[in-house]
């Protein structure tokens, strides 16, 4: 008889089999052995001498091994913490990287204290995770948000549920499309950057690949969207969009093209220059 392994043994285990392919692997072996389990991750170590029954250990084998695939944990686990809120994922959206909170941050400190009711539109929604995060921080703003996916429309609705009832609207359609001309005083933009070269490979070829996929360059999306955005703000309105830490010049160029004015990019935490912001001026 093979001898009983025991949840603390399982969870050595699958750290070592994921060490290849994450930064963070004992903490997802955690968090993939509770999800299996469905206890809290820290319910694991009080019941690490437990040896779980077979089929979790069958189930747990076989997410490691999409795990070892370059799968994100996310898609996996269903979940994902995004500007301390968690998250509904799925297959059908991109999975929130901490550097898009930057995104949240720049708009807010825009809108801050000067404009409490500020009309907020958020492009490209994907999960909802940054205008379910905008609407949190700013109570009194109206928020509108689109996706041309419908299933990502689905999973966004959902969050926005249970994390912001009311406070947003969805619309479906690409970019500006489904909008009818209407303008607001805040546009964010997390659009596809990635080179379509790139979108083939572990672990980006595990998400949508629409809301990847920028073109040869990066940056087919991102014209769209800023060459989209004076029709679409208020006169002093803010565009603000996220982009490859190589692309910061030509957003810049783009956005000085369509007539916003005094582009500024800010880094993210690793240093990164990650998103850009520029404004419409009074007067056009």
């Known amino acids: 008889m093979p001898p ?5 043994s399982l969870l050595r285990e699958g750290a070592r089999r994921l060490e290849s392919v994450s930064d963070s692997a004992r903490l997802d072996s955690e968090l993939l052995l509770a999800h299996v389990l469905g206890v809290d991750r820290t319910a694991l170590y009080a019941r690490s001498e437990e040896g779980p029954q077979s089929r979790a250990m069958e189930q747990f084998d076989a997410l490691l091994a999409e795990r070892g695939a370059g799968r994100p944990l996310a898609q996996i686990i269903g979940r994902r913490e995004f500007y301390s809120l968690e998250f509904e994922i799925s297959r059908d959206v991109l999975v929130p990287r901490p550097e898009t909170e930057l995104l949240v941050e720049v708009i807010r400190d825009g809108i801050g204290s000067t404009n409490r009711t500020a009309r907020i539109l958020d492009l490209g929604t994907g ?8 609407a949190r921080t700013l109570p009194e703003s109206q928020f509108v948000a689109t996706d041309n996916s419908q299933r990502a429309l689905a999973v966004a609705r959902r969050n926005a549920a249970g994390l912001a009832p009311g406070r947003v609207r969805f619309v479906q359609g690409p970019w500006y499309g489904p909008l009818e001309g209407r303008r607001f005083d805040a546009i964010a933009c997390n659009p596809p950057y990635v ?5 083939g490979d572990p ?9 990847l996929d920028g073109g040869p360059d990066g940056l087919r999306e991102l014209r769209l969207v800023i060459s989209g ?7 002093g309105g803010t ?3 996220e982009h490859g830490a190589d692309q910061a010049a030509p957003v810049r160029s783009l956005m000085r093209r369509a007539g916003l004015k005094a582009p500024v990019t800010h880094r993210d935490l690793a240093g990164h220059e990650r998103v850009t912001a520029a404004r419409l001026p009074a007067g056009d």
């Open 127 to 134: 999960c909802g995770a940054v205008a379910v995060a905008l």
């Open 203 to 211: 672990p980006l070829c595990f998400e949508p690949l629409a809301a």
């Open 4 to 8: 009983v392994r025991s949840l603390g």
């Open 195 to 199: 080179e379509s070269a790139l979108c």
């Open 229 to 235: 955005a004076p029709a679409h703000l208020e006169q």
């Open 239 to 241: 565009l603000a969009v």
